[in-house]
Every structure is written in C-alpha cells, then in structure tokens.
C-alpha cells in the first residue's frame, strides 16, 4: 500500500537543521502518525511522502515557504516594559506568550531588552531554516470512515 489521499502513515523521522544540529526526532518514540491530506505535518514534506511504502527510506529536504516560513521583519514587536507583568522576570532568549488581537496565543522570543522596552520575536523558531528530514515509512494504511470524517488519525 502507498503514501496518497486518505491514507493513515505511520513514520519515523530525524529532522535536521543547516547548522547540523538535529531539531527533533521520533526515533526511541513512537512513529508520528498522521492522516495524508489532513494538513497535520507541514505540505512540503506530505508531497515528498506521496507514493511511498512500509519500509521505504527517504531524505527529504524542504525550503522556508514549503515549512515554517520566512523571517517576517513585522513579526518583531517592540513592546514597552510596562506592559510585561512584573512577575516575569526578562531575560534574553526567553520564551514568552502573549495573546493577539484575533484571541489566539501566540509566543514569542525576548531578542532584545533595555530599561524601557522588550523586543520580541514572534517569528516561528524554525523560519528561514532549510529543514532536512531523514524519514522510514513504518507503516501505511486505509483511513477509517470516522478518521475520514473527523481529518484526524485515531
Ligand atoms: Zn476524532
């Protein structure tokens, strides 16, 4: 059976960043499962899969637009310390959420810091990488009638 539309993979996975340095990997987990067409990993790796079966090996590369994007100069937002509550303690680096105005949390790195302001970085931490991904299909299925119609693996 191969990788198309509505089909539930099994795979594990190693990804690795330009610099070398490995970012995540599935291996001494369980394989990430997930439903083809779904949107639930990132298209320019979906497409790569396309076609594959159990046992198959594959090194896939995916450009910035095809993952988590380009670093967006915007998403840089110069913030006045005030408006931080005064339990957090600021530090270069860290990791902050915030809410935006459509609601949704989003979170951001401090990559700048004085007495009065804050600059964070609300880019994704992995924009602008070229993403490397060293993938073994474990396992490819027929997605359930519920899984079809709920988008995701059960
Ligand atoms: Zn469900």
């Known amino acids: 059976m191969q ?4 089909k539930v993979v099994s795979f594990h996975y190693t990804l690795t960043l330009d610099s070398g340095e490995v970012a995540d990997t599935s291996r001494g987990r369980e394989p990430l499962n997930f439903l083809v067409g779904s949107g639930q990993i990132i298209p320019g790796l ?14 896939v590369k995916v450009q910035p637009e095809d993952a988590y994007g380009v670093q967006d100069s915007r998403l840089v937002q110069t913030i006045d310390r005030s408006q931080i509550p005064d339990s957090v303690d600021l ?9 935006s105005e459509d609601g949704s949390i989003v979170e951001g790195k401090v990559v ?18 070229v993403l490397t991904f060293d993938v073994e299909i474990v396992d490819v299925r027929d997605a359930s009638p519920e899984e079809l119609a709920h988008g995701h693996v059960h």
């Open 46 to 59: 979906e497409t790569e899969l396309l076609g594959l079966g159990a046992g198959d090996k594959k090194i």
């Open 3 to 6: 990788v198309e539309q509505n």
């Open 91 to 99: 530090q270069m680096g860290e990791m902050l959420r915030g809410q």
């Open 112 to 129: 700048a810091l004085d007495d009065q302001t804050v600059q964070i970085d609300f880019n994704h931490p992995l924009a602008d990488q």
